[in-house]
């Protein structure tokens, strides 16, 4: 019984824990390249009380073995890439990955970042930068005088827009989209603001042009929804209250169980 107060305790962690993830998933629902988060969680070590295959008799062996289990406990939380959706937002400056690749972006400390949100911004130099101010990489620059509803990105990452000062009828080239794929995206880190870091587990950053090599084309005007189930986080989180409460009877029939016992001597 006191075997039982613990494992119904692991339980009641490891479903707060649930619940927190579908709540973070939750919040982000309307977050431009939000990947949800999906718990995964493992049963804990096991006391042998009696081992498979032990000898019973001369000829014959125990063909069943018992083993107590002592709960449950977070093994990951393992982010899904799958596709969102892609809406269409009319923004000169948005653009959309339909397919594999990341947008890389430079920090304020020179390092790099990784990110699917393409809500870009033009800063006061006409630099391609992020809602927070980071550099878009490779530098993507806006000549002076340029007219903000002629910018015109193409399915390969190729920027034009047209300058009334140079010529209004033939669209200026200003630089080339690039992304990067990794070969386990899931090991990538979430460090906030709908930036990734890379770690050993996720791999070396894999260049190329949008379109060729297995890379996502560019959805010019579109931005990436996140792909957050709202349905499906609804039905996981009253799985996951069911299951807290579950838990916590074992833990209160386990509580009544010793005190049942402990009247016996009255």
């Given at each position: ?6 494992t ?20 982000n ?5 939000f990947?949800?988060?999906r ?62 690749g ?7 400390d020179g ?7 393409g ?31 002629t910018i015109?990105?193409t ?22 989209i690039?992304?990067y ?43 990436e ?8 986080e ?29 009247a016996?001597?009255?």
């Amino acid at each position: 019984m006191v075997r039982s107060l613990w494992t119904g305790a692991s339980g009641m962690i490891g479903q707060q824990a649930n619940i927190d993830n579908i709540s973070n998933n939750l919040a982000n629902v309307n977050t431009a390249g939000f990947k949800k988060v999906r718990a995964d969680f493992e049963d804990l070590l096991y006391q042998t009380v009696k081992t498979a295959g032990t000898p019973a008799t001369e000829d014959t062996v125990v063909p069943v073995g018992v083993q107590m289990g002592h709960g449950v406990k977070l093994a990951a939380t393992q982010r899904m890439f799958t596709q969102g959706a892609l809406q269409n937002t009319d923004n000169a400056y948005d653009m959309a990955i339909q397919g594999d690749g990341f947008f890389r972006i430079q920090m304020y400390d020179g390092s790099w970042s990784y990110t699917r949100d393409g809500s870009f911004k033009v800063d006061e130099n006409g630099r391609l930068v992020t809602s927070n101010g980071y550099w878009v990489l490779p530098d993507i620059i806006m000549p002076e005088g340029f007219l903000p509803e002629t910018i015109n990105v193409t399915k390969d990452g190729r920027v034009s827009v047209k300058v009334p000062q140079i010529d209004l009828n033939e669209p200026v080239d200003v630089g080339q989209i690039e992304l990067y794929r990794f070969p386990n995206p899931v090991g990538l880190t979430a460090v906030g603001e709908n930036l990734f870091k890379i770690t050993n587990a996720s791999g070396e950053p894999i260049p190329g042009r949008p379109g060729y090599e297995g890379m996502g084309q560019i959805a010019h005007k579109f931005l990436e929804m996140s792909n957050v189930s709202v349905v499906r986080e609804m039905v996981d989180l009253i799985v996951a209250q069911r299951a807290y409460e579950f838990n916590s009877k074992t833990i209160q029939t386990s509580d009544n169980m010793l005190g049942t016992a402990t009247a016996l001597k009255r």
